[in-house]
């Protein structure tokens, strides 16, 4: 039996208590609240927030889950260990917030939430970036297994990195800010390697086809939504410090709250790097063939500054006006990635093998601005959202190009986008729109012959303006059952209209366990690069005597179907697994087309700038079909006596061409196609296993990141294994280190040309004409050693 004092001490603990705001500050009046503890016999608790937003409720102690909701607003979710009284402060998203998709659950730590839409999202938070000591986005997008990175430039941290989802091409996956979109014209995407984790709050993912996107129908694959750092109820201010190998430091200052009406959010970041490589070699120039060789220094130095702001007006709890801007600019050297070791086969013999070859010393120089004004406010029986945005992105390069990511441009985005959405009690639905212009401006090497590569010449502004409408809606037909869908009508100048329609559906067969599936139609218009249609005067002309580079001005879209069925289930509030198929059939799919009958038959050999022979070119062209199809797994356990949070994930991703034929190559990769064969660069299985621990003001981390064969550095089967470990010194104040690659995985100073592991591709055609395959050579990409950074936070 409990004695009385034991009792009167149970009685007296624990008050849970807190606010429940919108992000923008305001409080919400008249939310419920729901409190559960963890044992499924237990009955809920319910209550509302009073004028200021706030509540209270009197429990034993022990673990809880508060659910809070209120009307036009995604509910959430969070997790509370009350063995003291606790505050929580829970902000709640708009429905319609510039988020791209609606995540139904989000808990405190986001990898404990069973999914709840009808497509898989993940959302990556401030907090799971910070445990492990992450300062830039790509480092936590590594650990998803949906997630496939393509190196253009080379492995070096100085060095392109962009990311696909569910797929081999970056242009087919979205990239956007508070929704605001920012692929880039000339690419499809932009590059990743530098987005500070300071300026953000959380990364949203989601994957396949969402019947309630917000941005349209133009991707399939998934999207990536950078959240940025939002204001808070209450003021709080964070400066880091940190400095580490390779001359690696950084600052970083964030400031968020409240004054009135006004809510604030403001970040600034500085990261510098002097270079895992710096040094000079004799360098036998594939864009100088005076060089043969000529001194040549080498290096991966960063210089990386960024800035965001964003302020919000709060009329009521559910009208406001918000302004934000964020700033990145980054100039790197690109020369220790873009160079490397001569171990192509096909040099032994001559004088550069076994030494250094490539372009020269090169830098590379990103500027990044996005501007965005969003508004929300009461609409008749409903609420009516509006955005304005503009974004930049803008590339140069000075020295010796490596890929097309080192094109001297000027992409701008301008975009204005307006929805009405209502709210019932068991459905909402949507309709809107938005007009976009973008233009590219680029510069090609001049029209004297076509190979310098220090010279550019101003081309033509390319341009095009897309128009979209949609209506998007879900209801629930049954207590247990919820139905998504969306219809998309786009018009593009460029190439005309597109008309796609999406569907999900969601059943709970428990409280516990969720079934899941999607089906729906998307596309991806053709880049305003991959249209255009140079001189030639102004291509490449290779050694087989083939124009390279060229645009189609008749290219059309790619079209896509996907189907997906997935499953979510809650073991305790302690432990969820989640699981998905999914399957992509691409149409049209855009390649790049090389004469390779043209080459075997001798008709290129007099090409020339003088003569062109128009059966010589190589150049993008629709053609084929490919199948992106795989399975994606999630598990997380929390040991909540030992503070241990555990999360395994696991992909298999299978994609490949079909219907096409040799003389066709994959614009991302370079590699030749193979109908029915893996991407080179897509490995099959990448998988990642993170823990992490707290307790008494200690807290650790550490996480593997495994990539199997056929992996984007070209490298046999690797795992990276990062870790932190850190303590709350005292209150306000925390001191960490961290630790990256801790042994060394895939690790190098330079490019190994022709070393990498090799890819099943064309080699030859026999007497008869007929296509012979084998071993095609790849370059071994390498990325740096072990590294320790030392991190100090102030907070408060």
Request: charged share 15%; glycine share 12%.
């Amino acid at each position: 039996m409990t004695d009385p004092l034991s009792f009167l001490l149970l009685a007296a603990c624990c008050t849970i208590s807190g606010t429940v705001h919108a992000v923008s500050g305001a409080a919400l009046a008249a939310a419920q609240l729901v409190v559960r503890s963890g044992a499924a016999s237990d009955t809920a608790k319910r209550t509302t927030t009073d004028s200021g937003g706030g509540f209270s409720l009197d429990e034993p102690p022990g673990t809880y889950t508060v659910a809070a909701s209120a009307k036009g607003f995604a509910p959430v979710t969070v997790f509370v260990n009350a063995n003291r009284d606790v505050s929580v402060q829970i902000a709640l998203e708009p429905l319609d917030s510039p988020k791209l998709r609606q995540i139904g659950t989000v808990t405190i730590d986001g990898r404990l939430s069973p999914i709840q839409g009808t497509i898989p999202s993940i959302a990556l938070t401030r907090a799971d970036l910070d445990a492990l000591g992450d300062n830039r986005i790509v480092e936590g997008l590594e650990e998803l297994p949906s997630a496939t990175f393509t190196r253009p430039d080379g492995g070096a941290a100085s060095a392109v990195a962009v990311v696909s989802l569910r797929g081999p091409d970056p242009s087919e996956s979205l990239l956007a800010l508070d929704g605001q979109l920012l692929n880039d014209g000339n690419t499809g995407d932009v590059d990743l390697s530098r987005l500070p984790v300071a300026a953000f709050s959380a990364v949203e993912v989601t994957e396949g086809l969402g019947p309630e996107d917000s941005n349209g129908s133009n991707t399939f694959g998934g999207a990536i939504d950078l959240i940025s750092l939002r204001p808070t109820k209450d003021p709080h201010e964070a400066f880091s410090l940190s400095g580490g190998s390779f001359g690696q430091s950084e600052s970083s200052f964030n400031a968020t709250g409240t004054q009135g009406r006004l809510g604030y959010a403001t970040a600034l970041d500085d990261q510098n790097e002097s270079g895992f490589v710096n040094q000079t070699v004799p360098l036998y120039s594939t864009s100088d063939p005076a060089c043969a060789p000529c001194v040549t220094r080498l290096g991966s130095s960063v210089a990386s500054h960024a800035a965001l702001g964003a302020l919000t007006w709060s009329f009521s709890q559910n009208a406001d006006v918000t302004a934000r801007i964020f700033v990145l600019g980054d100039n790197r050297d690109q020369s220790s990635a873009v160079n490397g070791i001569d171990r192509n086969a096909g040099d032994i013999g001559m004088p550069q093998y076994g030494g250094f070859i490539g372009p020269g010393e090169q830098t590379f120089a990103q500027d990044v601005r996005a501007y965005q004004i969003r508004a929300r406010l009461p609409l008749g029986a409903g609420e009516l959202t509006t955005d304005l945005s503009e974004s930049d992105n803008a590339i140069a390069v000075q020295g010796g190009a490596a890929s097309p990511y080192d094109v001297i441009h000027q992409d701008h985005r301008y975009n204005g986008g307006v929805t009405w959405q209502r709210t019932l009690a068991t459905s909402q639905f949507a309709v809107g729109g938005y007009a976009r212009y973008e233009s590219l401006e680029f510069e090609a090497p001049p029209s004297s012959g076509g190979s310098a590569l220090t010279a550019f010449e101003a081309q033509p502004l390319l341009g095009q303006t897309i128009d979209v409408l949609y209506l998007r809606g879900g209801f629930e037909p049954a207590p247990k059952l919820r139905l998504d869908g969306g219809v998309f009508q786009s018009w593009y100048t460029t190439f005309g209209s597109n008309l796609d329609g999406r569907f999900g559906a969601i059943y709970n067969t428990d409280p516990s366990t969720a079934i899941r599936f999607s089906l729906g139609t998307g596309f991806r218009a053709p880049l305003l690069l991959e249209r255009y249609q140079f001189p030639y005067a102004q291509l490449a002309l290779d050694a087989n005597g083939v124009f390279v580079g060229q645009g189609s001005p008749g290219e059309r879209p790619e079209h896509a179907t996907e189907y997906e069925l997935g499953a979510s289930h809650e073991f305790s509030r302690q432990s969820t697994l989640d699981v998905s198929l999914y399957q992509t059939n691409l149409r049209d799919p855009i390649e790049i087309f090389y004469p390779l009958a043209a080459v075997a038959a001798g008709a290129c050999a007099s090409n020339s700038y003088a003569h062109p022979i128009p059966a010589c070119v190589s150049y993008n062209s629709n053609v084929g079909n490919a199948v992106y199809q795989g399975a994606e797994i999630r598990y997380s356990q929390l040991f909540s006596p030992a503070h241990v949070l555990v999360t395994a994930r696991y992909g298999l991703n299978i994609a490949y061409p079909k219907d096409l034929n040799a003389q066709f190559s994959n614009p991302t990769s370079g590699g030749n196609l193979v109908d029915n064969e893996q991407f080179l660069g897509i490995p099959q299985q990448q998988g990642s296993l993170q823990v992490d621990w707290s307790n008494r003001g200690w807290h650790a981390a550490a996480a593997g990141t495994a990539r199997g064969n056929n992996n984007e550095l070209n490298q046999g089967p690797f795992v990276i294994v990062n870790a932190l470990v850190g303590r709350h010194v005292v209150s306000g104040v925390d001191l960490s280190l961290a630790v990256t690659n801790l042994f060394n995985a895939a690790a190098g100073s330079f490019t190994q040309f022709g070393a990498g592991a090799p890819y099943r591709g064309l080699i030859g055609q026999d007497a008869s004409g007929a296509d012979l395959y084998g071993a095609l050579p790849t370059d071994a990409l390498h990325i740096e050693p072990a590294g320790v950074r030392l991190i100090l936070t102030l907070s408060r």
